[in-house]
């Protein structure tokens, strides 16, 4: 349980939380929300004790363990099995545990022949998932998790997804996607003018009350206004004459109490809008039959063919490491197949948004002067007013790039991009450094986009809103889907995934890698169904405590009331004292059943597991 109590904290002129207060309640699942740059990860920094606060305070249970993904990644272990082990909690060990570490290195991507190598040996962002599966396996009193699907692919995010559905603890998430945020969180708190905000139910759901609010403070402020000058309007005019001096003294007074309200200051939001140029062709992009791999023995795309005509909006889809972005770079022209073509056509313009590309930008130039590199053309105004627009105004254009966060550099690469006409755009995880409001106007700019693009992004609620084809990396295959990313889902689906009937396909072979995927299988359905069971015993355990500290207290104030003679009280206090014993009793009951269904349940996997054991 977390209690937040007048929180202020300030950098030099810049105020992130003035006032700010909010409480959670035992097992929420809470969502944080702001625009970027108000407060979320300096409160994550607060929490962890990495930050101090101005005034106010945090409050948190005796031993209430936090757990969160550390920016400083260091490994003991020999291997990544090994490594993830480490996040169970002490009293936990054995085979069991073993497989629920199994269980969540396979939801996060990691293929069941890497478990023995060495975490060393992993790249950047497969060590974060390393990072995270540990402190998802170490189960803590609250969960702080800053952005966790940055470093994932769909699939991934789609497992997380699901895991932290059943989280038995309390939860505060940080995270751009409001698809994955809607359905995971419980509860939602929105940093917002330096207050927070918390409220049950989705980011749809605050953001309209927030809305609602700066509306009616608006119309209030404008009527208040309006009196206000009547008032001071009769005061000018009757001040000289003694008829109305009463009067005027009294309104004089009523002014000198009424608050003024300040008119909001406007909050700057990313428009984005691609510049469309003309195209008369039949195709933007033909692809035919692209195969291509750094090595002769690692092909990352094989036999691949796509014609893209104007209007056609493609995701590129699947995990992380497969040739997502690679294939972008082909068609970029950055790289060349070593078989088929790649073909764009004569007036095809090109507009490539690439992870990459933000290392590319000048460090000694200013934000203004990438701008204008574009199009040196360009004067003064129009390059500020892309500035502007990319939320870089008035002084913030003169930034050197140098002095930039990542956020910024994307957002000035962004700006690049809106300021060439193009009739293809390319677009890799655009999503990553914007926040939620952002994300809405990027996907309004490519479905109102008259030309092609090809995004690769593992946001849903963008392929949801944008994608009409799919480009599919699964399974090793390179494949093309003719559909929305909601018909894929409905009639191919992830092939590491349940199906409706939440059942896998057969395994095609019984050697140590099927049997420990199979494991990891029920280890997840383990979990997932003793979860619920578990956090309802706690609750008849925690109630019927509560009840018997109630009856106790009724059964003091009974012996005194016998004692005084008190026949008034007694009866008051005697239906109290039943009832409270039926509900204990009743809570008794509950208790017990609940227990006998999570025994059974869980003898019921163990068996399960013990048959597969081996």
């Not at 970027?36 to 101005?54: C, P, R």
């Not at 984005?272 to 090595?295: I, K, N, P």
């Not at 009974?558 to 005084?564: I, Q, R, V």
Request: charged content about 30%.
């Amino acid at each position: 349980m977390l209690n937040v109590y007048e929180l202020e904290k300030s950098y030099g002129d810049k105020v992130l939380f003035d006032g700010a207060s909010f409480t959670m309640t035992p097992g929420e699942r809470l969502g944080m929300v702001g625009r970027n740059g108000s407060g979320k990860t300096t409160f994550f920094k607060i929490l962890l004790g990495q930050e101090t606060v101005d005034t106010g305070r945090i409050e948190l249970p005796k031993h209430y363990s936090i757990g969160h993904l550390s920016q400083h990644i260091a490994f003991t272990e020999e291997t990544i099995l090994g490594e993830a082990c480490l996040g169970l909690p002490e009293q936990e060990g054995g085979w069991y545990e073993t497989y629920k570490a199994e269980a969540a290195l396979m939801g996060l991507g990691f293929p069941l022949d890497r478990f023995e190598t060495s975490p060393l040996l992993l790249s950047g962002g497969y060590q974060v998932r390393l990072q995270l599966a540990k402190v998802l396996l170490a189960e803590p009193n609250l969960l702080l998790l800053d952005e966790p699907t940055n470093y994932l692919d769909i699939v991934s995010v789609r497992w997380l997804k699901r895991f932290l559905r059943t989280w038995p603890n309390e939860l505060v998430l940080i995270t751009h996607d409001q698809d994955f945020m809607n359905s995971v969180t419980t509860h939602t708190v929105a940093i917002h003018r330096g207050k927070m905000r918390r409220m049950p139910g989705s980011t749809t759901k605050i953001y309209e009350i927030l809305a609602q609010d700066e509306e009616i403070h608006e119309k209030t402020r404008v009527n208040s206004q309006k009196a206000r000058r009547q008032q001071e309007r009769f005061i000018d005019r009757f001040r000289a004459k003694a008829s109305k001096a009463r009067q005027v003294q009294s309104r004089i007074k009523q002014l000198s109490k009424q608050e003024k309200l300040d008119e909001l200051d406007a909050i700057s939001t990313l428009e984005f809008q691609f510049r469309s140029a003309a195209f008369s062709g039949a195709y933007l992009l033909q692809c035919s039959d692209v195969t291509f791999g750094y090595e002769e023995d690692q092909v990352l795309i094989q036999d691949l063919s796509i014609d893209l005509e104007k209007g056609d909006k493609v995701a590129v889809i699947g995990k992380n490491g497969k040739g997502k972005s690679t294939f972008l770079n082909l068609v970029a022209g950055e790289l060349s197949t070593n078989a088929g073509s790649i073909r764009l056509q004569q007036n095809t313009r090109v507009a490539h948004y690439g992870q990459d590309n933000i290392d590319r930008l000048s460090a000694n130039m200013t934000v203004e002067e990438e701008i204008i590199a574009v199009h040196p053309e360009h004067d003064r105004k129009a390059s500020r007013g892309i500035c502007g627009l990319m939320m870089f105004e008035g002084d913030d254009a003169e930034k050197p790039i140098s002095v930039l966060s990542g956020g910024e550099r994307a957002r000035v690469l962004l700006g690049k991009l809106l300021v060439s006409p193009a009739n293809l755009l390319l677009l890799d995880e655009p999503t990553n450094h914007l926040d939620m409001d952002s994300i809405d106007s990027l996907i309004e700019a490519i479905a109102s986009f008259q030309g092609g693009a090809v995004i690769v992004t593992h946001n849903e609620r963008v392929l949801h809103a944008v994608a009409n084809r799919l480009i599919i990396f699964d399974q090793g295959e390179t494949r093309v889907f003719d559909g929305t990313y909601q018909q894929f889902l409905e009639k191919v689906g992830w092939s590491d995934e349940s199906d409706d009937k939440g059942q896998k396909a057969k395994p095609t072979s019984t050697n140590k890698k099927e049997a420990r995927r199979k494991r990891a299988e029920v280890v997840a359905a383990r979990t997932k169904a003793l979860r619920p069971l578990k956090r309802k015993v706690d609750l008849q355990e925690a109630e019927i405590i509560s009840l018997e500290e109630r009856l106790a207290e009724v059964n003091e104030k009974l012996l005194k009331a016998s004692e005084a003679g008190d026949r008034d009280g007694i009866q008051r206090l005697s239906p109290e004292h039943f009832q409270i014993q039926q509900g204990i009793e009743k809570a008794f009951r509950s208790l017990e059943a609940a227990t006998q269904e999570h025994d059974r349940k869980s003898q019921d996997f163990d068996k399960r597991l013990e048959g597969l054991k081996g």
